[in-house]
């Protein structure tokens, strides 16, 4: 659909106000060019207040576009370090395709300007004349892509930066390959492996129907950077998909025995299109039906209702959980295996109020229930019966009534209870009124829609713990007031800059008499990365204490971290390794000023210190420096330091890797020692050799199960016995046998003297028996509040927050960079050293001005500890917490067993791979990665692109998107809510950003940065949103050009084919929402955001997204509405969806004027 064109003209204009009230860089005027400015200081509001401001003010992004609006240099003013220019540049081919991808490079200039000998310049710059030492040295600084000869444009090989990675004519031609298909068409032998056809019966079982016919299938064959002509099948990925772009089955090549290896793991749907079974290797899926045993072993399994909702699910390994919604499609209930097992049966139950919010988690005893029983025909039946859908506030009890919904009782444990929009709400204690601070002297009134309340149970004394949350204007958190489990309090203030970068926090930390202080304030450069972070820590009896600036971080010209100092004790405002003080840095008469370097001070002519005002400039040197480089690939290359030192391999290695992983390493802790490693054609770590006695060697099953794990100077270990993926006994270096609950928790193990492990609710361990006794306590979101050990001696640890206590007394408060230890109230700071893992290798203190080291450690592959120098951290492998008990870590959502490389419960985001063991760590990989916190890594939540499921408000609203990292970091609880929709939309929206921020982010992303992942990204959630649009009609997906629709961002095409249509943009204009030519649907990125601009941008949320989807795929694509005087059909089939209600308010305002538009011009 198309924007007014007058919007366009308003556009104009504004680039016009921008770019004349820009003093400070010169554009090149030969040039079509356009500016963004993203003002950084408050006040500037007119044209002549942009006038002149300098780099640290305003961030201003020179896009110079060629006649037809191709993107041909894009330049960061003054964006490097040094204030220099970054440039990105663009060339096409004939058919306007960009087959060579450049990376960015620094300038010596900072005019902004045009620069018409950037590829020359470019190429000084990664040579080994180039001016930043600390970037590497390439010949070839850009990837090459291959298309192939048809129409369609779709990418065959994709070279990548550096030699070794360019396409065979050019370089080493380790590039990605991909081959396009059809099923059992004799390409590479594809006749030996048929896809067998497996249906779902009528009464929900699962029946296979011989296999596909030829053609039936589209093929896509992926060959990664390590294959080689010679390796065939080995290390290839064939994704299968029928015509409706559903992935059927996915087929992996292993090496084995000297022979191949097939891993097949097939997607079977029902005849609504219901995914009801996945069927991964251990299945052996190719040879047909899985017997039951080995479907509840090994299969996902998922049955829904006549509403398409998913209402049971089964994990292998672990037993069916149910689920109940009401008529609004919310989930009300949830049930595990364990719950079922108990007498009464137990649910976990959501209540919402009116908007759909959740106001209150609880456990309920459903009276009368035997154990086994099924009864969620039953409740759901009766959650159908109930006359409403939600609670109303009350003045009474909690805040809410509860005999609305069911259960119409009071829960028997309340979990969490929530309030919005006001602070005026029950058991609201006058002690935790808003306190002033800084520039905030009253919290904003302006809190509809914000959660401004909340009690969340402490699951070991049933305590509710309240937080109270204040807001600015701009909706971001200023204060939160909290309870802790320890009878004291907490209060956290937080101040932003203008541009909404944490300017600094205070954290005020209560316990009886005694009050704990730690103060955080951070520096940014004048591109917004951060550059310093310090911090004060004190505690009673002490007043005051001693600002420590814990680490400045350096950077690159082209943004790359290179360098970090750490520890220094200074009153002044340390600025950085080498300043320079010009006109902009005058000191006023009123102001004190302390300026320290590391390096050197130069004052340049126009500084100036007024009258009145005291300066001072020193030199001062960091306790402790570590430098970083990397390769061609952005990889981490080596990181050097006094007491640390690491070097990793992957393409120059005794066995190279091309595809990222890691092919040696090499490290000095105290003494050197290299590792030598090999994978198999799955990436999956086969040995670890090394001279220092730490090496490994490894064996798996088809999926993924250690079968057998050697250790130097320890023997081996057998894995002698398995029930699907779970391990039942090991025999060798380590004896033991393993049993585990009805939800696929370990119970117990003999080889530790566990004799029985219980778990609450949320599949986390409250309690260990045995040789060592150890509880547990959990607050109902999943955060660890306390663990006590019972051996020879009682010992007590609590967790509030970053302070950790020790029998009672704060032992230590974790920083960024390590501890603070607690002496008395004066804290002294400890550092960690870390590998490329996290591993914490190194951990000094300061004396005598300079670190002393404390503690060293080395581990196995798999995160087997081997002291160097004994310490007392614990926080360790992965940095995570050493239960010494148990010789396990604690990752926030699993246990981890280094031992034997294995988790001790199922991954709560197995889902995510459902083609690898439930209990494997970091995909057998763990050189390469890591299981942040023991999972793979109202809204729709997405990861990388990836559908992850929903919050509390279903799949609508806000789009939330996160990183794998982001996502990893999650506990387990939230994960678990997210995959069963129960998690709060106003904790949701805390865990990474919106669809529509992350288009705001790319806007505003300074040059250099590139946007083809994130908006491939983009795409695919798009495409998934547009998928789920209720009453298609026929116009899915599956009937679009390459079964998707494409998303084009500042008129580059980042789809499949690499641009629209396989053409440059046909039919796409600058100011369109999306088009549609034929049936190639296109979003226009730059158009949508996360606020609704009537006509000019649109709002990304999900009843958006698919209201436009029906406009253009089923007025344009299926009904053939093209002509003006047809469009407003399209305008009134899409106002008539039943996705136009749930629509924004600014949308349908846009849509009602269209139509309007178009009435009076029909």
């Not at 942009?50 to 041909?72: E, F, T």
């Not at 800059?497 to 730690?518: A, L, Q, Y």
């Not at 004799?755 to 660890?784: E, F, R």
Request: charged share 20%; hydrophobic share 30%.
């Amino acid at each position: 659909m198309k924007k007014y064109i007058i919007h366009k003209y308003q556009l104009l204009a504004l680039f016009w106000l921008v770019i004349s009230g820009v003093s400070a860089q010169t554009p090149t005027n030969t040039q079509n060019y356009t500016i963004e400015t993203n003002v950084k200081v408050s006040g500037k509001t007119t044209e002549g207040s942009l006038i002149g401001l300098p780099v640290d003010q305003a961030n201003r992004i020179i896009k110079y576009v060629d006649g037809i609006g191709r993107p041909q240099q894009t330049v960061g003013w003054q964006a490097s370090p040094r204030q220099k220019d970054v440039v990105e540049f663009f060339e096409y081919d004939g058919l306007g395709r960009e087959v060579k991808k450049y990376l960015p490079y620094g300038e010596q200039n900072a005019d902004g300007s045009y620069k018409a000998n950037a590829s020359a310049q470019q190429s000084i710059f990664y040579s080994n004349s180039g001016w930043d030492a600390s970037v590497i040295r390439t010949q070839h600084p850009f990837s090459e892509t291959k298309f192939e000869a048809s129409p369609l444009n779709r990418v065959t090989i994709q070279g990548f930066q550096g030699t070794p990675w360019q396409p065979s004519s050019s370089g080493g031609g380790h590039v990605a390959r991909v081959i396009y298909s059809t099923n059992d068409d004799g390409i590479s032998t594809i006749s030996n492996f048929p896809a067998r056809l497996f249906k779902v019966s009528n009464s929900g079982g699962l029946i296979v129907n011989h296999f596909y016919g030829a053609g039936a299938l589209q093929l896509t064959i992926y060959k990664d950077e390590n294959w080689q002509d010679t390796d065939g099948k080995k290390g290839t990925v064939e994704e299968y998909k029928d015509h409706e772009g559903r992935l059927i089955l996915k087929r992996m090549f292993n090496w084995k025995n000297a022979a191949l290896e097939v891993l097949s793991t097939y997607y079977v749907y029902d005849d609504l299109g219901n995914l009801s079974f996945v069927l991964p290797p251990g299945a052996n899926p190719d040879s047909g039906v899985p017997l039951s045993t080995t479907l509840d072993n090994y299969c996902y399994q998922y049955r829904y209702d006549h509403r398409h909702r998913l209402i049971e699910k089964k994990m292998p390994g672990k037993g069916w959980e149910y689920f109940v919604y009401n008529k609004l499609n919310q989930l009300v209930a949830v049930q595990d295996a364990v719950q079922r097992s108990k007498q009464p049966q137990q649910w976990v139950v959501t209540k919402y109020d009116f908007f759909g919010r959740v106001i209150v988690t609880g456990i309920y005893h459903k009276p009368n229930t035997p154990a086994w029983v099924p009864e969620r025909v039953q409740v759901q039946n009766a959650v159908n019966q109930q006359a409403q859908q939600w609670e109303l506030n009350s003045v009474n009890g909690i805040g809410y009534t509860t005999d609305r919904c069911w259960p119409y009782t009071a829960f028997n444990e309340d979990l969490t209870i929530s309030y919005y929009d006001t602070y005026d709400f029950p058991n609201y204690n006058v002690n935790y009124n808003f306190v002033p601070f800084g520039i905030y002297g009253e919290r904003s009134i302006m809190t509809k829609g914000l959660e401004t309340g909340r009690f969340v149970r402490d699951l070991g004394t049933g305590t509710m713990l309240v937080s109270i949350t204040s807001y600015n204007d701009n909706g971001k958190i200023i204060q939160v007031l909290s309870k802790n489990h320890i009878g004291g309090s907490d209060r956290l203030d937080t101040e932003y800059n203008f541009d909404g970068s944490v300017k600094s926090t205070k954290k005020i930390h209560v316990k009886g008499n005694t009050t704990t202080t730690i103060a955080k304030r951070y520096a940014y450069d004048h591109l917004g990365r951060k550059i310093k972070t310090w911090q004060t820590t004190y505690g009673s009896p002490q007043t005051s204490g001693k600002e420590v600036l814990l680490s400045e971080l350096a950077y690159n010209e082209v943004g790359q971290l290179k360098g970090k100092n750490l520890h220094k004790e200074s009153t002044g405002s340390a600025m950085g390794t080498d300043i320079l003080l010009g006109v902009s840095d005058v000191v006023e008469s009123t102001e004190h000023r302390d300026v320290v370097a590391s390096n050197s001070i130069v004052l340049e002519p126009g500084f100036e210190v007024k009258l009145g005002a005291s300066f001072s400039a020193s030199i001062s040197s960091f306790a402790y420096h570590i430098d970083y480089a990397y390769n061609e690939r952005g990889w981490l290359r080596t990181m050097n330091s006094k007491e640390f030192d690491l070097a990793l391999s992957y393409n120059d290695g005794t066995y190279p890797q091309y595809n990222g992983n890691i092919s040696g390493q090499g490290y000095k802790n105290l003494t050197s020692n290299n590792f030598v490693y090999q994978y198999d054609r799955l990436n999956r770590l086969l040995e670890a050799s090394a001279a220092g006695n730490l090496g490994e060697t490894i064996e798996y099953d088809i999926m993924g199960n250690i079968v057998s794990l050697t250790r130097d100077n320890k023997g081996t270990n057998s894995y002698s016995s398995y029930t699907g993926n779970r391990l039942n006994s090991i025999n060798g270096f380590t004896n033991s046998n393993y049993g585990y609950d009805l939800n696929g928790n370990l119970r117990s193990d003999s080889g530790k003297g566990i004799t029985d492990i219980s778990y609450n609710h949320l599949n986390l361990p409250q309690s260990v028996m045995g040789n060592v006794n150890l509880n547990y306590t959990y607050n109902a979101t999943g955060a660890k509040l306390r663990k006590v050990s019972n051996g020879t001696t009682t010992n007590t640890i609590d967790y509030v927050s970053e302070v950790q206590y020790t029998n009672g007394l704060i032992d230590f408060v974790q920083t960024e960079e390590g501890r603070a230890l607690n002496s008395n109230g004066v804290y002294t700071y400890h550092y960690d050293i870390k590998d490329h893992l996290g591993n914490v290798r190194v951990s000094f203190d300061i004396y005598n001005n300079a670190p002393r080291v404390l503690q060293r450690d080395n581990y196995y592959a798999f995160g087997l500890r081997k002291p160097v120098l004994g310490g007392v951290n614990n926080y360790l492998y992965n940095g995570k917490e050493l239960q010494e008990e148990l010789g396990q870590y604690d990752y926030g959502a699993r246990l981890y067993d280094p031992e034997i490389g294995r988790f001790n419960t199922i991954d709560p985001m197995s889902e995510i791979s459902r083609r690898f063991s439930p209990y494997n760590y970091a995909l057998n990989n763990p050189i390469r990665f890591i299981d942040v916190d023991g999972m793979y890594a109202a809204s729709p939540i997405y990861v990388d692109g990836l559908f992850m499921g929903t919050d509390d408000q279903g799949f609508n609203g806000e789009i939330i998107v996160m990183t794998r990292d982001q996502w990893s970091k999650l506990s387990k609880t939230q994960d678990e809510q997210i995959l069963k929709g129960t998690m709060k939309h106003s904790e949701a929206m805390k865990l990474g950003e919106t669809l529509g921020k992350k288009i705001d982010r790319l806007a505003k992303s300074p040059s250099g940065t590139r946007v083809d992942k994130e908006v491939a990204e983009i795409n695919s959630i798009i495409n998934h949103i547009a998928g789920r649009t209720d009453d298609m009609k026929g116009w899915g997906p599956s009937k679009l050009f390459e079964g998707s629709v494409s998303s084009v961002y500042d008129n580059r095409a980042v789809n499949a084919s690499e641009r629209v249509y396989g053409e440059v943009n046909k039919g796409i204009s600058d100011n369109a929402f999306a088009n549609t030519v034929g049936n190639k649907v296109t979003f226009n990125l730059q158009n949508w955001g996360s606020k609704d601009i009537a006509g000019v941008k649109n709002s990304l949320t999900v009843a958006n997204i698919q209201n436009t989807y029906v406009h253009e795929a089923g007025g344009h694509m299926y009904n053939g509405w093209l002509t003006r005087a047809e469009h407003i059909n399209a305008v009134k089939l899409q106002m008539n969806h039943s996705s136009f209600k749930s629509t924004t308010t600014g949308f349908q305002q846009w849509i009602k004027n269209l139509y309007d538009e178009y009435a009076n011009k029909k």
